[in-house]
C-alpha cells in the first residue's frame, strides 16, 4: 500500500530563516509526489509536484522541493521563511491506478516575527 | 469561476438528518473526487468518479453515504440519516486526465449535532 509519513507535527521557525518540513514515503513503482497547503478555512492549494525529472522541483511562493529516491523522501524547503508562510502543510502520494491522493497526516509551520 | 466550487460552505444538520453537498468541478476536468477530512488530520479519500462513472467508492465509510456525477460534471455527495461521527470537512478535488495536480474547493463544513 502507498503512504506518506510526516514526522512532525509542528515546525517552529523565525521570519527570514530557512525552514523544511519533512516528509517520507513509501510506494511501489514510481512515485507521484505533491505538497499542498492550508490556510484556516480554506481548500488545499497546490504548492508543486514531482512526476519526473530533475531532483529539484520549484513551485509557488518560493517554494521547492527535493526528492530523494535513496532516502525516500521528499521535503518541502524555503530559503527564507516569511510570517505568511504559517499554515498546515500535507504532503501526498498519487495512486497510480485511480489518480487519488493518499495524505500524510499534515505539518503545521510557524513562522515568528 | 475557474475553480472548484462547493456548496453549502457549513451545513448544521440534526442526527438523523439526511443532508447533500454539491461539487461544481473545473469545466473539462475529467476526474473528480470526493475527501473528508476530520479535525486535525489530513485528508481521507472517499470516491473518485472519471467523467460520470464511479470507478473507486472504497474509501466511502458506511452505506449511508452515497455520491453521483450523472452528467460528467456537478458531483452530489449524499449522506442519509447523518451522525456525529459524519462532523467533518468534506472536500471536493477534479484534475484533467494525466498525472497531474488536482484542485481542491474550499470544502464544505458539515456539524451533525
Known amino acids: 500500500a502507498q503512504s506518506v509519513a510526516q514526522p512532525e507535527d509542528q515546525v517552529n521557525v523565525a521570519e527570514g530563516n530557512p525552514l523544511t518540513v519533512k516528509c517520507t514515503y513509501s510506494v511501489s513503482g514510481n512515485p507521484y509526489l505533491f505538497w499542498y497547503v492550508q490556510y484556516p478555512n480554506r481548500g488545499l492549494q497546490f504548492l508543486l509536484k514531482y512526476i519526473t525529472g530533475d531532483n529539484l522541483v520549484k513551485g509557488s511562493y518560493g517554494f521547492e522541493a527535493e526528492f530523494n529516491k535513496s532516502q525516500t523522501s521528499f521535503h518541502l524547503k524555503k530559503p527564507s521563511a516569511l510570517v505568511s508562510d504559517s499554515a498546515l502543510y500535507f504532503c501526498a502520494v498519487r495512486d497510480g491506478d485511480t489518480g487519488k491522493l493518499i495524505f500524510g497526516q499534515g505539518t503545521t509551520l510557524q513562522v515568528k516575527p | 469561476g475557474a475553480g472548484v466550487s462547493q456548496s453549502p460552505r457549513y451545513k448544521v444538520a440534526k442526527r438523523g438528518q439526511d443532508v447533500a453537498l454539491r461539487c461544481d468541478p473545473i469545466?473539462?476536468?475529467?476526474?473528480l473526487f470526493w475527501y473528508q477530512q476530520a479535525l486535525g488530520q489530513g485528508p481521507e479519500f472517499l470516491t473518485y468518479f472519471q467523467n460520470e462513472a464511479q470507478l473507486d467508492k472504497s474509501g466511502l465509510p458506511s452505506d449511508r453515504f452515497f455520491a453521483e456525477r450523472p452528467e460528467g460534471s456537478v458531483s452530489t455527495l449524499k449522506i442519509q440519516r447523518t451522525q456525529q461521527e459524519d462532523s467533518a470537512v468534506y472536500l471536493c478535488?477534479?484534475?484533467?486526465?494525466?498525472?497531474?495536480?488536482?484542485?481542491f474547493g474550499q470544502g464544505t463544513r458539515l456539524t451533525v449535532v
Open positions: 478535488a477534479s484534475s484533467p486526465t494525466g498525472p497531474t495536480e488536482a484542485f
Open positions: 469545466s473539462g476536468h475529467v476526474s
